[in-house]
């Protein structure tokens, strides 16, 4: 069955440095996605992207983050200048038509 | 702000029983609703979605919705120790966004051998 790919699994970065997060959502699905999820928290949706352009993104994603579709097959989240409530599981999503979004394995941000 | 409640358990049931996981959420134009199951370290996993009001049933998994009374339910039948996990309830549809999607805290089910 075909999976939304996220690498790297586990990011550590000092605070203030800018940070790529990686996907390769599902080949044939249209709309893509990022969540986060501190600790012990709710998932919470940070942005969605659908031809090639942000299509709704939520009161965090501020000019602290962009994202890229820089190719056919990767989908990336930039945070730039991180702060240390910037550490979570980063989950990326993607879906065929606008729902339901089937989720990456996500990757663990820590921020020193 | 759009809210999507659960309660954060634990709810233990035995091997066997029916496990009943209760969501409400706040804004009454959501349109879509799923349930995620996700293992401690893990990523959520879609299990059901459900869309009109009624019930729907996928082999031992029903969901419920109740749109007038904004209620969700997820149940589990003949539940095995390995159905152990939080179980999200997520809305989209609403208000804040068609794609963007709600998630509740999530409800940790504990099945005892």
Known sequence: EPEVTQTPSHQVTQMGQEVILRCVPISNHLYFYWYRQILGQKVEFLVSFYNNEISEKSEIFDDQFSVERPDGSNFTLKIRSTKLEDSAMYFCASSPTSQPQHFGDGTRLSIL | ?113
């Open chain 2, 1 to 113: 702000q759009k809210e999507v409640e659960q309660n954060s358990g634990p709810l233990s049931v035995p091997e066997g029983a029916i496990a009943s996981l209760n969501c409400t959420y706040s804004d009454r134009v959501s349109q879509s609703f799923f349930w995620y199951r996700q293992y401690s370290g893990k990523s959520p996993e879609l299990i059901m979605s459900i869309y009109s009001n009624g019930d729907k049933e996928d082999g031992r998994f029903t969901a419920q919705l109740n749109k007038a009374s904004q209620y969700v339910s997820l149940l589990i039948r003949d539940s095995q120790p390995s159905d152990s996990a939080t179980y999200l309830c997520a809305v989209n549809g609403n208000s804040g966004g068609y794609q963007k999607v709600t998630f509740g805290i999530g409800t940790k089910l504990q099945v005892i051998p």
